[in-house]
T-cell receptor, first 113, second 110 residues
């Protein structure tokens, strides 16, 4: 089946630092989605990307749809304590299992005081 | 607007007991529905998905089953729970390119 390689697995940063994470795949996707999960809750959709090269922002978050359509990136600027959580990428295409929706394994963001 | 309801929020069940988790979606029709399981601090493991009433695809063979008796209702069941069934269960839905999750059920099998 399709796989998304999400990295890094964990990030330990200081408050105020910028954060970068990415997802890569050998498969082409038509849509990229980025989610954040707080402890004990369901993931919440942050940003959706629909076209290769697209750059979309949501507050301090910026995500990009890679031009090869095989990768996507999420950046968080000036991190704050409430940014702590698990970030998931997801790719959607017309092929593959689970009707084409595939999730990465997540990036744990930990902010050190 | 669309909403998803998942219950119960937490559940403690003895080994060998049955399980029924329910998920319903409001404000949309003919959604794709999903059940995921998440171990503590880990990724999302897809268990089942459904593209229509009575249509269930199983991604991982295990002690669980799923049913979709109505368009916007998705049920996760087990006849006899195992210790290894403990985890955080998430229901999700999708009608377009975006997927949305419920709040999750924390299941502890003791």
């Amino acid at each position: 089946g399709q796989q998304l390689n999400q990295s890094p697995q964990s990030m330990f940063i200081q408050e105020g630092e910028d954060v970068s994470m990415n997802c890569t795949s050998s498969s082409i996707f038509n849509t990229w989605l980025w989610y954040k999960q707080d402890p004990g809750e369901g993931p919440v959709l942050l940003i959706a990307l629909y076209k290769a090269g697209e750059l979309t922002s949501n507050g301090r978050l910026t995500a990009q749809f890679g031009i090869t359509r095989k990768d996507s990136f999420l950046n968080i600027s000036a991190s704050i304590p409430s940014d702590v959580g698990i970030y998931f990428c997801a790719g959607l295409n017309s092929g593959g299992g689970a009707d084409g929706l595939t999730f990465g394994k997540g990036t744990h963001l930990i902010i050190q005081p | 607007s669309q909403t998803i309801h998942q219950w119960p929020a937490t559940l403690v069940q003895p080994v060998g007991s049955p399980l029924s988790l329910e998920c319903t979606v409001e404000g949309t029709s003919n959604p794709n529905l999903y059940w995921y399981r998440q171990a503590a601090g880990r990724g999302l493991q897809l268990l089942f998905y459904s593209v229509g009433i009575g249509q269930i695809s199983s991604e991982v063979p295990q002690n669980l089953s799923a049913s979709r008796p109505q368009d916007r209702q998705f049920i996760l069941s087990s006849k006899k729970l195992l210790l290894s069934d403990s985890g955080f269960y998430l229901c999700a839905w999708r009608t377009g390119p975006k997927a949305f999750f419920g709040q999750g059920t924390r299941l502890t099998v003791v």
